[in-house]
């Protein structure tokens, strides 16, 4: 009787582990819109791309599957926030997928910052990952901002290094920022806490998975935002001091390649710049 119930509890825990392998499969699709935008038309919005947490040791999506997702979108900007991979031999296959993402011809370019797992590259395999990436039309930002013009309206990409590595610098990022939109991206999320001093309109994050193993709650998160866990800011469109912020649940797995309770995504996101025009004069940095 002891052997059959362990057997029972063998082939369960197979199905459900298959069930949550199959789940890093199930790629969600979603498009963000600013409650604040209320009717936006071509020459006053910008429609961005947004990835996170690609992990290429654990991802369950070709580039040509990733392609025919986001073929015949309207796409002008794509924004990358970090954590690409864990390992040298990892590096040329994100090759592919950058290839794949230029063929969406973004009007306005690919930027990217890097996450905690891409610094546990050595400091030469770190390096050769970001000479792929710019070598492959992605522009890094690392603790800086590039202001372009978008139908005449500025736009600041603010690209914040990772928090988590204690790598961020605040000051050099906003250091001076130019009028118009300001963007932010980053890949740890609870940044945010810190940066009631610094104005910006929209910021873009992951690092979370959206818990990955949601269930019964994500307490393995508690190490990675604690504060942040506490307030259910895990995934999704937040408002922090009223700010906006959303929190990708990412596209790859870490550890182990499953999820429970969450979907690997990638997000659209429209924004209006002229949001920047019409609201009062920004007053922090």
Not at 77 to 91: E, H, N
Request: a neutral charge.
């Amino acid at each position: 009787m002891k052997l059959l119930l362990l057997f029972v509890l063998f082939i369960v825990s197979l199905i459900l582990f298959y069930k949550a392998y199959k789940n890093t499969h199930e790629v969600a699709f979603k498009k963000i819109h600013l409650s604040s935008i209320d009717s936006i038309d071509s020459t006053s919005s910008l429609a961005i791309l947004h990835i996170s947490d690609m992990h290429l040791e654990n991802i369950s999506i070709s580039p040509e599957q990733l392609y025919n997702k986001l073929a015949g979108e309207r796409i002008d900007l794509i924004a990358l926030t970090g954590d690409f991979l864990d390992k040298k031999r990892s590096i040329p296959r994100l090759i592919p997928y950058l290839d794949m993402l230029n063929r969406l011809n973004p009007q306005y370019g690919m930027y990217a910052v890097f996450g905690n797992h891409d610094y546990r590259l050595s400091k030469t395999d770190f390096n050769s990952l970001k000479n792929v990436l710019e070598k492959h039309g992605c522009k890094t930002l690392q603790n800086a901002h590039e202001t372009i013009l978008v139908e005449g309206k500025p736009l600041n990409i603010i690209g914040v290094d990772d928090f988590h590595t204690k790598k961020s610098d605040l000051q050099a990022s906003f250091s001076n920022v130019k009028e118009g939109y300001r963007l932010v991206l980053t890949h740890d999320p609870n940044i945010v806490l810190g940066m009631e001093s610094y104005a910006y309109h929209y910021l873009l994050a992951g690092h979370f998975h959206g818990g990955q193993i949601y269930w019964p709650k994500p307490y393995h998160l508690a190490k990675l935002g604690r504060t942040m866990m506490r307030m259910d800011m895990i995934k999704g469109l937040h408002y922090y001091h009223e700010k906006p912020l959303y929190i990708s649940e990412g596209l790859g797995q870490t550890s182990i390649n499953i999820r429970v309770g969450s979907r690997p995504e990638i997000t659209l996101h429209e924004l209006s710049l002229n949001t920047a025009e019409n609201e009062k004069a920004l007053t922090a940095v």
